[in-house]
Structure formats: C-alpha cells, structure tokens
C-alpha cells in the first residue's frame, strides 16, 4: 500500500519568501511517481510537477522545484519567490506504475497562505 | 489548452434521486480516473479505466453507485439512489499513461462536480 504524509497542515509566508512544503511517503513498489497538486479556492486541481523515482536530477518547473530525497522517502516541494497567487492548497501525491495500481494516492495537503 | 470537461458543475437533489455525472477526457488520453474530495477522507479514487475497460472500482460503493465509459470521450458515474453522505466533490482526471515504465504524464483533472444530496 501507499501512503502519503504532509505534516503541516498550514503555513503563513511573507511575500516574495521561499515556500517548502513537506512530504513524506512511504511504498514497497520499487517504481513510482510523485506529483504536486495545486488547489485554489475556485476548487480546480492543478499539476504543477512531477518526480521520477529513478530520476537522477531534482525536478523542476519555473518557480517550483522538488527536493527529492529517495532514502528518507521524502519529495519536499519548494516555490521560490512567492507570490499572492501563490495562495492554495497544495497535495502531494504518489502513483504506482503497475497495470491496475496506477490512481494517485494523496496527502492531506498543506493550505498556504502568502502574506502581502 | 485541452481540458479535462466536467458536467454539471453543481448539482443539489433530494436523497433518493438519481444522479448522473459526466466526463469528457482529453483527446487521446487513455487512461480516465473518478475521485472523490471530502473534508473527512480527502481525496479518494472511485474507479478508473484503460481504453474505456473498467481497471480498479475498488473504491467505489457497489450497491449505489455505477461508473461507465460509453465511449472514448464520455465517462459517466452514476449514483442511484443517492444519500446525504454522498454530499462531495466529484473530479474526473484523465491521462496518456503506459504501465511498466516510468511514464511522467500527470493526470489533468477536471473542474469537479460539487454534489450536495438534501
């Protein structure tokens, strides 16, 4: 089984700060994929990155990058110079890659507010 | 850009009604995943499919509810008869996925349908 845990269940950060949102996760499939959701309030689920986990590199994409660290079993999401947009739920996630175990197994999320 | 459709957006009915929800999936995705978001369980999968054959319902109440693919752009899910505790936010995610590899393509969720069962 997969599981997923996010342990800040929210944050408050200044403006134009660095973010990093935690999570952990926990599976015995020697492949899978790590995923980080945005959720407004208008309710929309947003992909914003992806991680391999036989990726050598940390992912990134523009203003978001994942700090991969596959022996502690953690895929911390990182925004650099935040922005009031930036104001959301935020999910991790994982997925197997096995024919019939390919849903996305989600965190609780983080609820991250940016402070003008 | 190519979005994942979801219909109605909002649906508020009596317990004991039919309810019927709608998906049209991205153009050539072949992989369609229902999931369900409460404040209490989060978000859980319901069903999903690969080439419109049902994969995985385990997380689905069998009693009331159905999930079907007609057709390659329409997924319904189906809750009959419906009760207060289905009171949700349903999504539809659809994606290109290719198992046994390490196939980065996400899965683009729809909008939602926010359900509320009186």
């Known amino acids: 089984a997969q599981k997923i845990t996010q342990t800040q269940p929210g944050m408050f950060v200044q403006e134009k700060e660095a973010v990093t949102l935690d999570c952990t996760y926990d599976?015995?499939?020697?492949?899978?994929?790590l995923f980080w959701y945005k959720q407004p309030s208008s309710g929309e689920m947003i992909f914003l990155i992806y991680q391999g986990s036989y990726d050598q590199q940390n992912a990134t994409e523009g203003r978001y990058s994942l700090n991969f660290q596959k022996a502690r079993k953690s895929a911390n999401l990182v925004i650099s110079a935040s922005q009031l947009g930036d104001s959301a739920m935020y999910f991790c996630?994982?997925?197997?890659?096995?024919?019939?175990?390919?849903?996305?197994?989600f965190g609780t999320g983080t609820r991250l507010t940016i402070i003008p | 850009d190519a979005r994942v459709t979801q219909t109605p957006r909002h649906k508020v009915t009596e317990m004991g009604q039919e309810v019927t929800m709608r998906c049209q999936p991205i153009?050539?995705?072949?992989?369609v995943f229902w999931y369900r978001q409460t404040m209490m369980q989060g978000l859980e999968l319901l069903a999903y499919?690969?080439?419109?054959?049902?994969?995985?319902d385990s997380g689905m109440p069998k009693d009331r509810f159905s999930a079907e693919m007609p057709d390659a752009t329409l997924a319904t899910l189906k809750i009959q008869p419906s009760e207060p505790r289905d009171s949700a936010v349903y999504f539809c995610?659809?994606?290109?996925?290719?198992?046994?590899?390490?196939?980065?393509?996400?899965?683009?969720f729809g909008d939602g349908t926010r359900l509320s069962i009186l």
């Open positions: 996630a994982m997925r197997g890659t096995n024919f019939g175990n390919e849903k996305l197994t």
């Open positions: 153009l050539g995705h072949n992989t």
């Open positions: 599976t015995s499939d020697p492949s899978y994929g």
């Open positions: 499919f690969r080439n419109r054959a049902p994969l995985d």
């Open positions: 995610a659809s994606g290109f996925l290719i198992s046994g590899t390490g196939n980065n393509q996400p899965q683009h």
